[in-house]
């Protein structure tokens, strides 16, 4: 089954009960019981949701896998993942990453014990001085955000299987369509299914994929004792956004790659940040493990002033204010004081990341509406 018809069938029957074409959403709480432990697999919603049920097994086939899990966010699903550590393990991770996974590991794990390192990725052989003996996971962001740096997922999954480590790899970025970590040697899979995989920005939710069993009951226990579980009405959602998955990235791709071209012509442009350029440092990484390379764009202007920054963030048209990204919608950001505002501005200055730097998530709008409002908005400053 090819991957625009898994989108659309992959794991999704028609209802049993009305031959409904669509997932109904089942909005119960509880489910009767004909005798204590006699049921027709469900018990109570917190656990197990037929709404869900079905979406779960819908990303699982997306991504190659053979288990998805299903949380309330996708930082709700890298907890799950960092509940497999124990006091004193390490996470080494990307140094480039989403503030608030770096929130996560710092400020709420790290009070635990687990301790988190930051490393650049982009040369997979230096990770091997850092992989010590309490190192018990690796974690990939590919493309990076918001520098769009690229990390070789082989290549990293090859050391870190020789070390005995467990990799995940954030997919959010690429999404699905454009990736499939495990396929390259990942052991689990995170997507903040808000992003590209709903792609209308109406629903909050997050997933992990695997293969490994154990995994697998891990995420599962952790769905339901934690109960960070998504409703069944925000996986109706989701089931009715990925049916579109394919379409809209590979359009908003195609708009990306004409907005960074513009964009790097631009006289008031300092450096735009796309891996489908050739001096991209892993251009030709990006092209082996991606079908496309992204929607995501990061820029920033010369002389690095917050000031004439905030004046292009504020005169845009098209592209929203706004936080987030991977909607039908083109949307424009200033990490440094919103998404990564929780990284020390030491440590956004090591990977690049300026008071200057604005990310744009490219939609599914008519590009040269794109490049107008982008180039009326530097035309202010």
Known sequence: MKFGTKVIHAGIKPDPLSGAVMTPIYQTSTYVQNAPGDHKGYEYARGDNPTRNTL????????????????????????????????????????????????????????FGIKST?????????????????????????????????????AICKIAKEKGVLVCVDNTFASPFLQNPLDLGADI??????????GHSDVVMGAVVCNDEKLKDHFKFVQNAVGAVPGPQDCFLMLRGIKTLHIRVQRACENAAKIADFLKGHPKVNRVNYPGYKDHPNHKVAKKQMKMFGAMVSFDLKGDD???????LSNTHYFLLAESLGGVESLIGHPASMTHASIPKEERMKVGLTDSLIRLSVGIEDVDDLMKDLKSALNKI
Not at 86 to 102: F, Q, R, W
Not at 118 to 132: A, E, L
Not at 306 to 312: P, T
């Open 56 to 111: 779960q097994a819908n990303l699982a086939a997306l991504e190659n896998g053979k288990h998805a899990i299903c949380y309330s966010s996708g930082l709700a699903a890298m907890d799950a993942v960092i509940r497999m550590l124990n006091p004193g393990d390490e996470v080494l991770s990307t140094n480039d990453l989403y503030g608030g996974s770096y929130r996560q590991l710092v400020r709420v794990h790290g009070r």
């Open 118 to 154: 930051y490393v650049d990725m982009s040369k997979p052989s230096s990770i091997k001085k850092h992989i010590k003996k309490r190192t018990k996971l690796i974690w990939v962001e590919t493309p990076t955000n918001p520098m769009l740096n690229i990390v070789d997922i082989k």
């Open 189 to 198: 899979v995170l997507h903040s299914c808000t992003k590209y995989l709903g």
């Open 306 to 312: 917050f000031k004439q920054a905030k004046k292009v």
